[in-house]
C-alpha cells in the first residue's frame, strides 16, 4: 500500500530534526524515515561491551578513511561531543587546491550568523567557565600557555549542571545533559503532528504517480537487534523530500535512485571531506606537569586524567589565523574517547609490547583533534543494491568511498602534528598520531560529498539546497557543506539547516500546502 504526505523528511539527525520541525509547524504533514533505532536516555549504556556502542553508532571503513556517524532516531546528535563553534571567517573564502571559490557568494560568515544564533538558543549552547572545564582540557590549556598560546573553553551544547561528567559522550547521554536532537527540534516536531518512524530504511527516490506529489520513497523496516534482517517493506509518496542521510547515506541513496531519477548531477559523490581530522595521542609524562606546568591533581599525582570530565573542554584557535596560507590553518583540541578506541594510538607499531605498555599508561593520555583544512578528496563508487554501505554487522560496515588524501591535506596534517609535538615539547609529553595502518585515516566529522554552490560543474546543490534539477528535492545535512570547516561542523550543519527550512516553507507555501508565516525555533 502506498502511503502519502507532505514532506518525506530522510534522517533525523540536524539536518532532518530542524526542517522536520518547521513543516510540521507549518501544518504539513511531516513524516521523518530513521534508519536506527530510537533509543532514549533510560536506554543508554555505558559499557565496553561493543554491542552497546554498535546499535547507535557506525564504523564505516572505505579505501583510505573510516568514517564514525550516528545510527538512531536524532543521528549524530546523540553520539557527538556537543562541541559546537561557528566556522571561522576564512573558512567561507576558501578556494582549495583548484583556486575557485567553494562556498556559494551568497554564504559568508556574516551572512550565517543569524542562523548560528538560533540554533545556539534552540539547544541551547553555553560556553563554560574555567571551573567547568575538564583536568585534561586545564591541562592542554596549561600546555598552549606555557609554549605561547592561548586556549579558551569550549562552547557545549550541554546543560553543565545536569552533567555528571561521566566522559562516556560516544554512548549518548544516560542524563539528558547533552542537547541532542531528541531535546529540543524532534519532539517539538512530532507536537506538531510529524511522525517519527525508526528502523526505516531508504532505498529509492523515484517519481510519483500521485497528481500533485513528485517523489515515491521506497523503504525497508529493518530488525531491531540485527539491522542486516528487513522485517518489511513500504512506499511513501510526497510533494518534497527532504535528504538528510548524512555525507555517507545521501550519495549513495542518491547514486542508486539515479536511474530513476533520470540522473544526478555529476557533483553526487564527490568532493568528501572528513574536516581534516586528525587525532593524536600525547603520552603525558606526571612529573613534567607537576615541574613545568606547575599542576597537580592531588596526592596521587599530577594528571592521570584522561578519563575524567567532558570529552571536549578546551580549544586553542593560535592556527586559524586568517593571514597564514590556505591548508596552514588548523584547530587544535582537547579530546577524550572511551578505553574502546584506544588501540588507535599510532605507536609504537600496530602490535607488540611497546604498543601494550603505551595502552597501560592510558589514564595518562591527553588526547588532542586537529582540524584542517583538507582537499575534499573522497569519492564514491557504485552504490550497494540496498543500504548506504555493507553491513558486516550492528555498528560495522564496508563503505563504498575511497579517499587519497592529496600533497596538501598530508602537508596540513604535518603542520598540525608539528604544532602539537611543540605544545607537549620539553618533556611534557611523547606524541603519537593515530595510526593509518587500519582503516586509513579517521572522520566523526564527514562533509561535502553533495556539496552546495554556485557552479554546476562542481556541486551538486543551489545555494539554496535544492539537488540541481530535481525541484522540490532539498538535501540539508553534513554533505551540502562544501568543505572542511577547522571545527567542529554540527553548529555549521544545524545553522544551515535553519536556514533551507526557510527556503521549504516558501516552497510549501507557493505549493498551497502551508501558509507562510514566522515560526520560532523550539523553545
Not at 3 to 31: K, L, M
Not at 146 to 168: E, F, K, M, S, Y
Not at 238 to 248: D, E, F, I, N, S
Request: glycine share 10%; with cysteine; charged share 20%.
Amino acid at each position: 500500500m502506498t502511503e502519502r504526505c507532505d514532506v518525506a523528511v530522510i534522517g533525523s539527525g540536524f539536518g532532518g530534526a530542524i526542517p522536520a520541525y518547521y513543516t510540521a509547524a507549518a501544518g504539513a504533514r511531516t513524516v521523518v524515515l530513521e534508519r536506527g533505532p530510537y533509543v532514549s536516555a533510560a536506554d543508554v549504556r555505558h559499557s565496553m561491551q561493543l554491542g552497546s556502542v554498535g546499535r547507535i553508532v557506525d564504523a564505516i571503513e572505505g579505501d583510505g578513511l573510516t568514517v564514525i556517524a550516528g545510527n538512531c532516531v536524532g543521528g549524530s546528535s546523540v553520539v557527538y561531543f556537543a562541541a559546537s563553534l561557528r566556522a571561522p571567517t576564512v573558512t567561507f573564502e576558501r578556494t582549495g587546491s583548484r583556486g575557485r571559490r567553494l562556498w556559494p557568494a551568497a554564504l559568508s560568515r556574516a551572512t550565517l550568523d543569524p542562523w548560528y544564533r538560533r540554533v545556539e538558543a534552540a539547544l541551547p549552547v553555553t560556553t563554560p567557565d574555567w571551573p567547568d572545564v575538564s583536568y585534561a582540557g586545564g591541562v592542554f590549556a596549561a600546555a598552549c600557555r606555557h609554549t605561547g598560546h592561548t586556549a579558551n573553553p569550549v562552547p557545549l551544547a550541554v546543560d553543565l549542571p545536569r552533567c555528571t561528567n561521566c566522559n562516556w559522550m560516544l554512548s549518548g547521554c544516560h542524563v539528558d545533559a547533552k542537547r541532542s536532537m531528541l531535546l529540543n527540534y524532534l519532539p517539538a516536531a512530532t507536537a506538531h503532528g510529524a511522525d517519527v518512524r525508526p528502523l526505516h530504511e531508504v532505498q529509492t527516490i523515484s517519481p510519483a504517480s500521485t497528481p500533485g506529489h513528485r517523489y515515491r520513497v521506497t523503504y525497508t523496516v529493518v530488525d531491531p537487534d540485527d539491522y542486516r534482517i528487513v522485517r518489511s517493506t513500504g512506499c511513501l509518496e510526497a510533494r518534497m523530500v527532504v535528504l538528510a542521510a548524512g555525507a555517507v547515506g545521501t550519495p549513495v541513496l542518491l547514486r542508486r535512485s539515479a536511474p530513476l531519477l533520470g540522473g544526478v548531477p555529476a557533483a553526487v559523490g564527490r568532493y568528501l571531506s572528513g574536516n581534516g581530522d586528525r587525532i593524536t595521542v600525547a603520552d603525558v609524562s606526571e612529573a613534567a606537569v607537576a615541574d613545568l606546568l606547575d599542576l597537580r591533581r592531588g596526592p596521587g599525582g599530577a594528571y592521570d586524567a584522561h578519563h575524567i570530565g567532558r570529552a571536549i573542554t578546551a580549544m586553542t584557535y593560535d592556527h586559524l589565523d586568517g593571514g597564514r596560507p590556505e591548508f596552514e590553518r588548523f584547530g587544535l583540541q582537547q579530546l577524550a574517547f572511551p578505553a574502546l578506541t584506544n588501540l588507535l594510538a599510532g605507536a609504537p607499531g600496530w602490535y607488540g609490547v611497546a604498543k601494550k605498555e603505551l595502552r597501560s599508561r592510558w589514564r595518562s593520555w591527553l588526547t588532542v583533534l586537529a582540524m584542517t583544512e583538507d582537499d575534499n578528496e573522497g569519492t564514491f563508487g557504485v552504490p550497494p543494491l540496498t543500504g548506504s554501505f555493507t553491513r558486516v554487522t550492528n555498528g560495522l560496515g564496508l563503505g563504498g568511498f575511497s579517499y587519497a588524501p592529496t600533497a596538501a591535506t598530508r602537508d596540513g596534517w604535518a603542520r598540525a602534528d608539528a604544532a602539537v609535538r611543540r605544545i607537549f615539547g620539553g618533556g611534557l609529553a611523547t606524541v603519537h598520531p593515530w595510526t593509518a595502518e587500519v582503516g586509513g585515516a579517521v572522520t566523526a566529522h564527514p562533509l561535502g560529498s553533495c556539496r552546495l554552490g554556485d557552479d554546476p560543474a562542481t556541486s551538486a546543490l543551489t545555494p539554496d539546497h535544492v539537488l540541481r534539477g530535481h525541484p522540490d528535492l532539498f538535501v540539508t545535512d553534513a554533505s551540502a557543506v562544501p568543505a572542511a570547516l577547522t571545527v567542529n561542523p554540527s553548529l555549521t550543519i544545524a545553522a544551515l539547516a535553519e536556514r533551507a527550512s526557510e527556503t521549504v516553507l516558501a516552497r510549501l507555501a507557493a505549493l498551497g500546502v502551508a501558509p507562510r508565516r514566522q515560526i520560532p525555533p523550539p523553545g
